[in-house]
């Protein structure tokens, strides 16, 4: 019987030291409970003589990522599916560009897409794109990268300059938008009594006057004072109709006596302003060369030191049918090359903008015929410069390649060759103009200007680089322009210049 004991253990003690060589647990043989104990071995993983079998069967067993042990080739394992954490994917150690986004390290990232180079991207240190990173996202007007305020980019990066909401050195006030009627205008100025714009909800009106009915049931001039209307209603002067047009009670009164400047020989000198005349009572003294004439009219004469452009509208918001002719010469002098005009601005008043040389003129105010004639305000500007006239909607093409640099506008053009043009308008309008052209062959720079020629104010608008196509450096602006003379001033970016396509839309 102790002989079949013997074998029967010595039997059991070799299937242990297979199964292990196997690979296999012995748990289930009670082979375990000497290493539970501390007893046998103390503890080895190998078979007691630390020869090489034993190293080979350890070494044998695959490593396993996610059984929470790091092995083999493995930076990490922390046995969970986490992809936040510091060990992410595939037993790698979490890091920026691994398409994870790691809690509490990293605000971004996209993995191979993160760029430093494209719009909205995230960056390749994994942080979101934003102003100063020297790209232009989403939402920025620009991104120069740097922490220079003063320059062409703002640190907000937003271009400086009138219309960008903020309020900078210059400015009175800048509320973001072209709207002339609120209390901003699009210069940057603020709204004022006189400003030749109507605030709406302030003021009731802008100008010098305006038609009301008189008691004796003639049309008669309300006047504005302090852009509110005046109580009183003027009636017109005598017409000499058998009526009482004055509302005096009377008729015809003193209507023998003409006005002074009824002839040519007598003509009233006047300078740029407004110039309120009524012709009811002149005689008809000349035919104009663009109307059949036969109606009264009124002589004024004007002196030019230096050759420039001279301005000239009766659109006062009255009925009658005007008509205006510059001419040159002794009296009664003969017309100036396009110096008359019978209807403009869509109605029966007359406007003229006319180049002329330095010299004396006479400007002829008329009657379309017999029946025309009454009040009226003549509105009178000059500029000292002769520059071509944009007269109608559509495209012009120029080069402004050795044409000189004498303005530069508030975003640029401080050293390039500049053109300029004159925009003549009988009421202030929206205008828009660009350089969005394949025709346009350099980074330009465009905007408004309006006062004596294009080194006068304010400044409505300008633009360096605008969303257009196909060219991205080109030029976008908007603004509503004044009665009379305004500019626009193509210049380039830097020192450069060339050709160019200018549109302009907007025009009456």
Do not use: K
């Not at 971004?108 to 993160?114: E, I, K, L």
């Not at 219309?163 to 002339?180: H, Y």
């Not at 603020?190 to 010098?208: H, N, P, Q, R, T």
């Amino acid at each position: 019987m102790g002989r079949l004991v013997a074998f029967f253990a010595a039997g059991c003690l070799a299937l242990l030291i297979g199964a292990a060589a196997c690979g296999l647990q012995s748990g289930g043989l009670g082979g375990d409970a000497a290493w539970e104990s501390g007893e046998g071995d103390g503890g080895r993983t190998d078979d007691g003589g630390g020869d090489a079998s034993g190293d080979d069967a350890v070494s044998d067993v695959p490593a396993a990522c996610g059984n929470g042990v790091v092995e083999g080739a493995e930076e990490c394992d922390d046995a969970n599916s986490d992809q936040t954490d510091d060990c992410p994917s595939a037993c790698r150690a979490a890091f920026c560009g691994d398409g994870f986004l790691h809690a509490g390290v990293e605000q971004c990232d996209d993995g191979g897409a993160n760029s430093d180079t494209a719009p909205d991207a995230c960056r390749t240190d994994c942080v979101p794109s934003g102003c100063g990173d020297g790209v232009v996202d989403t939402g920025e007007a620009c991104d120069d990268g740097n922490t220079i305020d003063g320059d062409a980019c703002r640190n907000d990066c937003r271009r400086p300059g009138c219309g960008n909401g903020l309020v900078e050195s210059g400015e009175e006030c800048d509320d973001g938008d072209t709207d002339n009627t609120d209390a901003c205008l699009a210069g940057c100025v603020a709204a004022s009594c006189g400003d030749g714009f109507l605030w709406i909800g302030v003021e009731e009106c802008e100008g010098s006057f305006g038609p009301c009915s008189t008691t004796c049931g003639t049309i008669g001039r309300r006047d504005c004072v302090d852009c509110a209307w005046a109580a009183a209603c003027t009636p017109p002067a005598e017409e000499c109709t058998g009526e009482d047009d004055d509302c005096d009670g009377a008729t015809d009164e003193g209507c023998a006596p003409a006005p002074p400047n009824d002839t040519c020989g007598s003509a009233a000198p006047i300078v740029p302003g407004t110039i309120h005349g009524d012709s009811m009572r002149a005689t008809d003294t000349a035919t104009p060369s663009c109307s059949g004439g036969g109606g009264r009219d009124l002589w004024y004469t004007f002196t030019l030191s230096e050759g420039g452009i001279v301005y000239f509208d009766t659109v006062d918001g009255g009925a009658w049918s005007t008509v205006l002719e510059v001419r040159r010469g002794a009296c009664p002098g003969t017309a100036v090359s396009g110096g008359c005009n019978d209807d403009a601005c869509g109605g029966d008043r007359s406007q003229l903008a006319l180049a002329l040389e330095a010299g004396t003129y006479t400007l002829l105010v008329d009657g379309h015929d017999a029946s025309h004639g009454g009040p009226f305000d003549l509105f009178f500007q000059t500029a000292s410069c002769v520059v071509p006239r944009i007269a109608s909607n559509g495209d012009t093409d120029g080069n402004t390649t050795g044409h000189g640099d004498a303005v530069s506008g508030a975003c640029g053009g401080s050293s390039a060759d500049e053109d300029g043009y004159v925009l003549a308008l009988c009421r202030p309008t929206s205008v828009t103009a660009h350089t969005c052209s394949s025709a346009t062959a350099f980074d330009t720079v465009l905007y408004f200007r309006t006062g004596d020629c294009w080194d006068g104010s304010p400044e409505p608008a300008c633009d360096d680089d605008s969303t257009c196509t196909p060219r991205a450096d080109a030029s976008r602006i908007t603004a509503t322009l004044p009665r009379g003379l305004s500019f626009v001033i193509v210049d380039g970016f830097g020192s450069t210049g060339g050709a160019y396509r200018l549109n302009v839309s907007g025009l009456p």
